[in-house]
């Protein structure tokens, strides 16, 4: 009688990070190692010695390439889609199209022929809460797409997300949609989003916009993330912010905690737009860096508020103080990248 043959054992489904060498993929990466995961996998165009010292396996290459697509998500059960590229310039239309949707479309299709069970997708709170006025919105709200058109990055984000619900939500796939605003904290390394807490401590914010933003902890929103998977329910959006302030009231606390003045000049937000865009034709004629960007002006002069009870009760999303989080991402910001001996 022939011996029975052994089956090999059963290989563990990945969890693909796409983008988890970015702000939020690395926090999200760090704290997956953390609770013990073994099986990460991270997409990027570089992976870190201190990733695959952990064990992660590297896929090095775009998210814009398919045969590396196609590579990345084999064997895989879950995804964290947060792979993008960030960018207030109406001129990276284009990349960032490239990037989000043309992207985006290419990963849902390889993982749904791959099996892949979930996709936790990172997109932004600018697809659902921009407004000229101060009105808190949730995800009850339609999107405001006649304002978000105006700014190629959050037209991108939106089309993004209808990329995804077209190409991977549905028959037995579970489509998550995480919806961070402003992500503040330590640990931007590329100065992807804490870029303007940055400007405000090296004095290049000339003015107090009239609109208002929101924030949230980077550490926070990856918690957030790592829920969704288990928690997050097919095709729903869940905004992730722990605070809305005006501008003049954000710039008051950053001025608190740092020691450098806020600015004082107010100026009308017809005037701001008008100012900046002329500003910028200049340059541009000069064939020179503005030193104003005209899209950011006409942003910071509307108001990102929004509602994060949704997450709250279903994913479990539990802000901190947002004073902890300012304090946190001035002294990252001093030690790296301004040195916190001027300070002293």
Known sequence: M???????????KKILITGGTGFLGAEIVRRLIEAGAKNLRVLASSVPEWMKDAGIEPIEGSICDAETVKKSVKNVGAVFHIAGKVSRDNDDAALMNRVHVQGTRMLCLAAKDADVDALVMASSSGTIAVSEDEQIFDETFPPPVEILSRWAYYASKYFQERTAMENFSGEGRRLVIMNPTLLLGPGDERLSSTKVVLDFLGRKIPYCPNGGLSFVDVRDAAEAFIAALDRGRNGEKYLLGSANMSFEEFFGRLERLSGVSAPRLRMPKLLAVAGAAAVESIF???????????????????FWYLDATKAKEELGFSPRDPQETLNDTIH???ENFLGDAIFR
């Open 332 to 334: 990252y910001l001093r």
């Open 284 to 302: 541009k004629n000069w064939r020179r860096a503005s030193p104003v960007a005209s899209s950011e002006v006409e942003q910071a002069e509307h």
């Open 2 to 12: 022939k011996p029975k043959r052994k089956l090999p054992a059963k290989k563990e």
